[in-house]
C-alpha cells in the first residue's frame, strides 16, 4: 500500500472557483504534513505547513484529521496562476514522502 | 527562502557515459541533502539520503554503485550516474534541509541518455 494517497485528477476548474483536494496516509505516528506546489518541469515548492488545527494562507487553507488519516487543501477563488501540480508531503523520523500529486488547471 | 542550485540544468549524453549533477545550498549549511527522482507523470521518487561526511543512505531498488552520491561539505552534494542508459533518463532533483523538517529544493536536472 502506498504511504501516502492522492487523487491525481486532472481537476479542471474555472476561474473564482473553489476547489478541494484530500490526501491520505497510512502511517499513524507521522508527525508533520505539507502541501508542496510543482510546477511543470519544475522543482516543488513549499505552499504551506498543515497544522492540527487547520491553517488560513490567503486563498489556502490547509486541514489535518488525524483519526481519519487525512489532511486537505482548500484554494477559494481560484486563479489561472493556481494551475500546477499539489503534493502532499508526510515527514515522519527525518523521513519525507510525497504523494503522486493532484493535478490542477484553472480555466478563463 | 532559502536558495539550492542544481548544475547542470539538463545533459544529454550516450549511452554508458557518467554524468555528474552538483546540488549546492548557497545560503545555508545543510546537514542533510537528498536526491530524488521523478518519471513523467509521476510522483518523486526519493533515491538517497545523504549528511556532510558520511556515506549515504540509498533507499531500497537503488543501486549504490550505479548513483554514487559523495557529501563532502555542508553545501555541496554531487550525484554521479554511472554508466548511464536510457531508462536512466528522468528528472533528477536534490533538496536540502538545516535542521527543521523543510526541505528546499533545487530547480532539477534533466538527464536525457541517448
Known amino acids: 500500500r502506498k504511504e501516502v494517497e492522492q487523487d491525481p485528477g486532472p481537476f479542471n476548474v474555472p476561474e473564482g472557483a473553489t476547489v478541494a483536494f484530500n490526501c491520505t496516509y497510512s502511517n499513524s505516528a507521522s508527525q508533520s504534513f505539507f502541501w508542496y506546489r510543482q510546477d511543470c518541469r519544475k522543482e516543488p515548492k513549499l505552499l504551506m505547513s498543515v497544522y492540527s488545527s487547520g491553517n488560513e494562507d490567503g486563498r489556502f487553507t490547509a486541514q489535518l484529521n488525524r483519526a481519519s488519516q487525512y489532511i486537505s487543501l482548500l484554494i477559494r477563488d481560484s486563479k489561472l496562476s493556481d494551475s500546477a501540480t499539489y503534493l502532499c508531503v508526510e515527514y515522519n523520523n527525518n523521513d519525507m514522502r510525497f504523494g503522486a500529486g493532484t493535478r490542477l488547471t484553472v480555466k478563463p | 527562502g532559502a536558495v539550492v542550485s542544481q548544475h547542470p540544468s539538463w545533459v544529454i549524453c550516450k549511452s554508458g557515459t557518467s554524468v555528474k549533477i552538483e546540488c549546492r545550498s548557497l545560503?545555508?549549511?545543510?546537514?542533510?541533502m537528498f536526491w530524488y527522482r521523478q518519471f513523467p507523470k509521476q510522483s518523486l521518487m526519493l533515491m538517497a539520503t545523504s549528511n556532510e561526511g558520511s556515506k549515504a543512505t540509498y533507499e531500497q531498488g537503488v543501486e549504490k554503485d550505479k548513483f554514487l552520491i559523495n557529501h563532502a561539505s555542508l553545501t555541496l552534494s554531487t550525484l554521479t550516474v554511472t554508466s548511464a542508459h536510457p531508462e536512466d533518463s528522468s528528472f533528477y532533483i536534490c533538496?536540502?534541509?538545516?535542521?527543521?523538517?523543510?526541505?528546499?529544493f533545487g530547480p532539477g536536472t534533466r538527464l536525457t541518455v541517448l
Open positions: 545560503d545555508f549549511q545543510a546537514t542533510t
Open positions: 533538496s536540502a534541509r538545516a535542521g527543521s523538517p523543510t526541505q528546499y
